[in-house]
């Protein structure tokens, strides 16, 4: 596994079911679904937000509940039902003007390999398919859903230098 240079990265993108939740859909008896979302991977988000780098979403299913966790984080570059990937991947580098190497993504599926392998710095989540492990940069130690994103935030924060900017008000 190559570990390529995070510095550079001005933007995360996420996929969600797999990465943000569990990966389960839950549906109560009247069809409604249900996802659980670690807060802290929501505060390392907002770290991240905070030191200069934007957050996006690209998830091949569409789900209000995502809708209503990117506002609620400050999401605006959020693509649902996407079931190829690399189409809104390209828009939203247009959107930015920035380049694969400005971006880090993070995915646990076949679907997200087209991204994984173009993106400057790639991640997984420790539970993730076996097949795209060997395409990543880094692999979490925790299981999607359960605080691998924040394991990311950090390591963007810290190895980019921003760590210190962004957290000097909670170790005063």
């Given at each position: 596994m190559k570990k390529r240079s995070i510095e550079k990265v001005r933007l995360l993108l996420l996929d969600?079911?797999?990465?943000?939740?569990?990966?389960?859909?839950?549906?109560?008896n009247n069809g409604i679904e249900s996802k659980a979302f670690h807060v802290r991977d929501g505060h390392g988000l907002k770290l991240l937000q905070r030191a200069g780098i934007k957050v996006g979403i690209i998830t091949g299913r569409s789900s209000e509940i995502v809708s209503?966790?990117?506002?609620?984080?400050?999401?605006?570059i959020v693509y649902q039902g996407a079931k190829t990937k690399l189409e809104p991947y390209e828009?939203?580098?247009?959107?930015?003007?920035?380049?694969?190497?400005?971006?880090?993504?993070?995915?646990?599926?076949l679907v997200d390999l087209?991204?994984?392998?173009?993106?400057?710095?790639?991640?997984?989540?420790?539970?993730?398919?076996?097949d795209i492990k060997p395409y990543v940069d880094y692999i979490t130690t925790l299981p999607g859903g359960?605080?691998?994103?924040r394991e990311v935030c950090?390591?963007?924060?810290r190895q980019s230098g921003l760590w210190d900017s962004v957290?000097?008000?909670?170790?005063?």
């Amino acid at each position: 596994m190559k570990k390529r240079s995070i510095e550079k990265v001005r933007l995360l993108l996420l996929d969600v079911d797999g990465v943000l939740t569990d990966g389960r859909i839950i549906y109560d008896n009247n069809g409604i679904e249900s996802k659980a979302f670690h807060v802290r991977d929501g505060h390392g988000l907002k770290l991240l937000q905070r030191a200069g780098i934007k957050v996006g979403i690209i998830t091949g299913r569409s789900s209000e509940i995502v809708s209503h966790r990117a506002a609620e984080l400050g999401i605006d570059i959020v693509y649902q039902g996407a079931k190829t990937k690399l189409e809104p991947y390209e828009q939203i580098l247009a959107d930015l003007k920035l380049s694969d190497q400005q971006v880090a993504y993070v995915g646990d599926d076949l679907v997200d390999l087209p991204i994984l392998r173009r993106v400057g710095c790639s991640f997984t989540v420790a539970d993730a398919v076996a097949d795209i492990k060997p395409y990543v940069d880094y692999i979490t130690t925790l299981p999607g859903g359960h605080g691998a994103v924040r394991e990311v935030c950090d390591m963007l924060l810290r190895q980019s230098g921003l760590w210190d900017s962004v957290t000097d008000r909670y170790f005063d």
